[in-house]
């Protein structure tokens, strides 16, 4: 086996800030801010570098606050005297709270509902139905196919979703003869479609999440819909651009396919059970505005209902992805410290960003975070990025809703285009697994992508969500 | 990470060739090795274990020169590093006796009889693959371009569902 450099590196890195940072003087920084600055470079190395699984690191930084930074903290009395009696222990509580955070119930009744439409091959049956008005010519299949990932990606996750298109359409493409661009025009539809979809709706992917969790703590709630409303229109314009684009790099030389899939809809009582839960959450979540119900009150019906009629079981419920909900509740928590140490507003401090107009600033956090977010998982960069961005940008929430939403959402959104690698998202990776396709083809698909989810998110945020919000 | 094994038993050099050459495809994903008769087959069956691989399917003539093939196969399926292995029988000339004897001793997963036809004996590399990483619980990522998809559906879900 080949030496670890990189991981064992970042071990020594990460644990090494984490224990000489607070020891560390930095002028203007409180002392609990210091802590929280070693906690904070050992959790960026660590997600970075990757000595432990990401969600594990996670873990690690509640772990972390608990020990050092609450009311249950080992050095509780040395923080207090430190600060002159001025430090304010958040309770344990609060950190283990961020575990069950509201966007992380709402994640789990997406989860459940994927579950669900798995189970009863509910999305494989709509693939089937959704992709027929788009007839046999080979561009029109793609877009169907484009479109029909996104929809079902911004419900499900990008992966899963992308797992369920390639099982179900690339038997039917791999009869087509191997020169043709074809095969790997839809052999990146899938992914293209999964990664942008995704960022649809707020539990399409988990950096929406980390967006709406942030905004969240800083007292702007961002229901469903107005996610959807925003986010929906951006995501088909640039479905429809890179559809476009790539019709032109793998332009199809047959005429006609045919992408029949067979199935039929599972009518037992449980599979109508589980389309009836399906439809009406995801019903009252659209229509979040009309009711007021918040929609992670809405996402506990079905994961009572589903359970309740036994159309998910305990085996079920074991496989949900709960490592993805404490990957983004490890950021949650980091967060709060963030803020409430003063550390992110010293961070700002740091350099003097006067010559950057408002527009400049979310332009270089946006290339940022899509620059990093080809390298590593797009809920860490999100989660990196997002507070820091959220104290510069909006220091207050007295500054009205459009204008702490649309910078965050402009951030976290960018960050779901990136996918130039296939370590760039799982979904890529499984495109690259098919052998259908070369990490070439993905990088110039990839590239395609990126521009155009960049130059849009940005002429969405400065015109046309302003008009909305 | 430890690799899948396609193992071919068969005594005669021209049909081994022909069973290698059409198998080439597969060692995308896998490592294809070949044995000569059964008890060359036991010593490569021991090293592939010894050195931390698997074998995920064995190809396996009957009428060979020392132990036949059969035994072979059966004996393999008492032991718990073989048991999973998708065991296929190459041949021309099992009788009906050794034919049930495979099937209810040693699991038989399949039955090519020689000559065969075009590339049956890829096919059916690719799907007793399939169903080895089914049986085995084994992340099917890394074989995606030579499994067949309907035989791991459920596996690819249970796998490839989180996104990061």
Redesign the interface.
């Known amino acids: 086996m080949k030496f670890p450099v990189k991981k064992i590196l970042g071990l020594i890195l990460g644990l090494g800030c984490l224990m000489l940072l607070p020891f560390c003087h930095f002028e203007g920084l409180s002392p609990s801010g210091h802590i929280t600055l070693g906690i904070f470079a050992f959790a960026a190395i660590f997600w970075i570098m990757e000595p432990i699984p990401i969600y594990v690191t996670s873990l690690s930084i509640i772990l972390a606050q608990v020990l050092l930074l609450s009311d249950k903290s080992l050095f509780l009395k040395a923080l207090t005297q430190a600060s002159g009696g001025d430090y304010v222990a958040p309770r344990y509580q609060d950190f283990y709270a961020t575990m069950a955070h509201p966007i992380l119930i709402l994640f789990l009744g997406g989860f459940s509902l994927a579950k669900a439409a798995e189970k009863y091959q509910l999305d494989r049956n709509l693939t089937r139905i959704l992709l027929r008005p788009f007839g046999t010519s080979p561009t029109r299949v793609a877009l169907g196919v484009m479109l029909v990932t996104g929809i079902l990606s911004a419900f499900m996750s990008n992966t899963a979703t992308t797992a369920m298109m390639m099982t179900v359409a690339l038997p039917i493409v791999a009869k087509v003869p191997a020169t043709d661009p074809f095969r790997r025009l839809i052999a990146l539809s899938i992914p293209v479609g999964a990664n942008i979809g995704g960022i649809a709706t707020p539990i399409g992917t988990p950096p929406n999440a980390v967006a709406i969790a942030a905004l969240a703590k800083q007292g702007t709630m961002v229901p469903f819909s107005t996610w959807m409303m925003i986010a929906t229109p951006l995501v088909v314009l640039c479905l429809l651009l890179s559809w476009v684009g790539m019709c032109r790099m793998f332009k199809p030389q047959l005429e006609k396919f045919e992408l029949s899939i067979e199935g039929s809809f599972n009518l037992a009582p449980k599979a109508i059970g589980c389309y009836v839960i399906f439809s009406v959450t995801v019903l009252l979540w659209v229509t979040e505005k009309l009711h007021g119900i918040p929609s992670a009150v809405i996402a506990f019906l079905p994961m009572v209902f589903l359970p309740a009629l036994g159309i998910l079981d305990k085996h079920d419920i074991r496989s949900h992805a709960w490592e993805v909900l404490w990957l983004v509740a490890g950021g949650i928590s980091l967060g709060l410290s963030l803020k409430s140490t003063g550390l992110a507003h010293w961070m700002i401090n740091q350099v003097s960003w006067d010559a950057f107009s408002p527009f400049m600033l979310i332009l270089l956090f946006a290339l940022v975070g899509y620059a990093v977010g080809n390298l590593i998982s797009h809920t860490v960069s999100a989660t990196i990025l997002v507070p820091i961005a959220i104290a510069m940008l909006a220091p207050d929430a007295a500054v009205g809703p459009a204008a702490m939403i649309i910078p965050i959402a402009v951030i976290g959104i960018i960050v779901s285009f990136a996918m130039i690698l296939p370590i760039s998202t799982p979904p890529n990776a499984i495109a690259l697994a098919t052998g259908l396709i070369e990490t070439k083809d993905l990088a110039k698909a990839g590239w395609l992508v990126g521009i155009i989810g960049i130059i849009f998110t940005l002429l969405f945020g400065a015109y046309i969500w302003p008009l909305m919000l | 990470m430890s690799k899948i094994v396609l193992v071919c038993v068969e005594d005669e050099a021209d049909v081994l060739d022909a069973v290698i050459r059409e198998l080439e495809p597969m060692e995308?994903v896998c490592v294809v090795e070949a044995a000569a008769d059964a008890a060359e087959a036991r010593v490569l069956l021991k090293q592939i274990a010894d050195r931390g691989d698997e074998t995920g399917v064995i190809f396996c003539d009957h009428i060979m020169p020392g132990e036949n093939g059969v035994e072979l196969l059966v004996d393999l399926q008492k032991d718990d590093r073989w048991v999973f292995t998708r065991k296929v029988l190459l041949t021309g000339q099992a009788g009906l006796e050794a034919t049930v004897k495979a099937v209810n001793q040693a699991e038989l997963s399949h039955y090519i009889s020689k000559p065969w036809d075009g590339d049956e004996v890829l096919k059916v590399a690719i799907q007793e693959l399939s169903h080895y990483l089914v049986v085995k619980d084994i992340n099917p990522?890394?074989y995606?371009?030579?499994v067949d998809?309907?035989i791991?559906?459920e596996l690819?879900?249970?796998h490839?569902?989180?996104?990061?």
């Open positions: 995308d990522l890394p995606l371009k030579h998809m309907d791991v559906e690819m879900r249970k490839l569902t989180a996104d990061r």
